[in-house]
């Protein structure tokens, strides 16, 4: 193991951008599809694997709705999220915040109930058995319309207990931000968090929206925000937490080579970055290769590497008194 691999297995961190329905590996996606007597275009795991060849964000989305088909009942949701977890855990992983796009289910007649269900027993057993702390996101399919997005909101109503905030995801261009002004300004009314995907592909106009129209509290990838220098001042002054995922800006085309990712660039121009894997079965590794990978293409000293991972605690919608607590966990983890 190099030393940057060792420093990061060794971190406590937060992982504030998953997609669940993102961690369904190839292996799992068969067998759930076997298990549940559902087609998939996939003759076998090598051929789903390869099928994984992006040039963008929409040719990515294509497959990942296609690969959730195989998600029905209230066990593929908890083995879907149980699988994810082991491998956060594995990661050194002590908190999640996890994504779940609800109309990818209830659009093919699965229960909103039953994806809570399984997604909420297998967090509870996380935090049972490892101390792993979590919050729960609905994303909102940004290329359907407000009132279906109203009407998931609706659905979530009686779960709220069970939800900490609102996302906006799926295809950015052509689908700004402020589509879904009164759906998030309601989500705010609620006592929800609110998070959106923008400046992944989208340009920083996107971003100035989803700060000014939506009132996010948290800003997914944003990296176009680097086009514009009085965008990046703003997001550093309101220390606004981004939460970039090197490994799929890689896979979906948004950079040529990881050498060439901004994330450090990010850090020098006092952005509150961080590190996580979006949708790691689709883009070949979860939070510890994102850290690990990028610091090796970019040269990240070790300094980043744990300034990353203090970003992930404070960027995360966990009490003060509990990042605290975090936060003393990774200063632990330097000096032991
Ligand atoms: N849904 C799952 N992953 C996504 C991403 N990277 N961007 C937008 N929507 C997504
Ligand atoms: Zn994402």
């Given at each position: ?20 329905e ?71 992983v ?9 109309q990818?289910h209830?659009?093919r ?67 700004p931000?402020?589509k879904f002004?009164?759906v998030?300004a ?51 002054d ?5 939460t ?11 950079i ?27 883009f ?52 032991g």
């Amino acid at each position: 193991m190099t030393d940057i691999a060792a420093l990061v297995a060794r971190l406590p961190k937060a992982e504030l951008h998953l997609h669940i329905e993102g961690s369904l590996e190839p292996e799992l996606m068969f067998e759930l599809a076997r298990r549940n007597g559902v087609a998939i275009p996939y003759a076998s795991v090598e051929e789903i694997r390869a099928a994984y060849d992006f040039s963008n964000l929409q040719d990515f989305l294509d497959i990942y709705y296609v690969g959730m088909n195989v998600l029905q009942t209230e066990q593929d949701f908890y083995d879907l999220t149980r699988a994810y977890l082991e491998r956060a855990h594995a990661d050194t992983v002590r908190h999640v915040e996890i994504f779940f796009d609800p109309q990818g289910h209830t659009d093919r007649g699965i229960a909103f109930e039953t994806v809570m269900a399984g997604i909420t027993r297998a967090l509870d057993h996380a935090k049972a058995e490892w101390g792993m702390t979590h919050k729960l996101i609905l994303c909102f399919l940004r290329h359907l319309s407000e009132e279906a997005a109203f009407e998931t909101l609706e659905q979530a109503v009686p779960h709220l207990g069970r939800i900490d905030g609102v996302g906006l995801d799926s295809s950015e261009m052509g689908h700004p931000p402020s589509k879904f002004a009164r759906v998030f300004a309601k989500a705010g009314e609620l006592g929800l968090k609110r998070v959106a995907h923008a400046g992944e592909e989208g340009p920083p106009e996107y971003v100035y929206e989803a700060l000014d129209i939506l009132k996010i509290d948290r800003l997914d990838h944003g990296n176009r925000a680097l086009e514009d220098a009085s965008l990046v001042k703003r997001l550093a002054d309101a220390q606004m937490t981004l939460t970039v995922c090197p490994l799929s800006n890689l896979r979906l085309c948004g950079i040529e080579k990881l050498e060439d990712h901004p994330l450090k660039r990010m850090l020098s121009q006092g952005l509150r970055a961080t590190c996580n894997s979006d949708d790691p079965a689709y883009f070949g590794g979860y939070v510890n290769d994102n850290y690990v990978r990028t610091a090796e293409a970019i040269g990240l000293d070790a300094g980043e590497i744990i300034e990353l991972a203090r970003n992930s605690f404070r960027g995360s919608f966990l009490e003060p008194a509990e990042i605290d607590r975090r936060l003393a966990e990774i200063d632990a983890a330097i000096a032991g």
